[in-house]
């Protein structure tokens, strides 16, 4: 996209920031945000926010390398994890919060939302689940690896697979979000 995505406006506030509010208004916590290279202007945008930065400073770095980067900072007593990518900026927190209060029901269960029978993102991992997270495994091998312990909550919430990958798809969503 040729800059940083986190920084990109959505409406009046930058797209982390929408991330953030939104999780703000759940129980989810404590919120580690994981930054990459370059990432200094998004740590001093998020500043305000009461988040612990986690880095990820290898500049080949997947997403496997931020979430165990993001894990190092977590507390011991955490169980689960709600993976949330800033290019899915308008997840509500209806939506968070359903997917928080499945895994305090079914803590062993990964939770993904679906919205008319699409599944989306964020995913809520159970924190143990998270251990199986090496370098040759990915988080979509955890989900795939055994069908029974994923559980579907339906969300009505198409934020969940409104993505922004693309400058198209970063336009769309921004017609959206005003």
Known sequence: ?????????????????????????????????VLGPGGEAVQESIAPFPVTIAWNRDPEGDMAGSVRAGLALLPPDCSG?????????LVTAATMQALCVAHLITPQSIVIPTCNGRQGH???????ILGE?????????IVRKDPAR??????????????MDTPAEYEALRQRGS
């Not at 994890?81 to 900026?89: G, M």
């Not at 994923?150 to 993505?163: A, M, Q």
């Open 1 to 33: 996209m040729g800059t940083s995505k986190q920084l990109l406006p959505l409406a009046d506030k930058p797209v982390i920031h929408h991330c953030l509010h939104t999780l703000l208004a759940t129980a989810a916590r404590p919120l580690v945000v």
């Open 81 to 89: 994890v709600l993976i949330h990518l800033v290019d899915h900026p």
């Open 122 to 128: 964020p995913t809520l991992f159970p924190r143990t």
């Open 133 to 141: 997270l090496t370098p040759s495994v990915i988080l979509r091998d």
């Open 150 to 163: 994923v559980l579907r909550i339906p969300v009505d919430d198409e934020g969940i697979f409104l993505d």
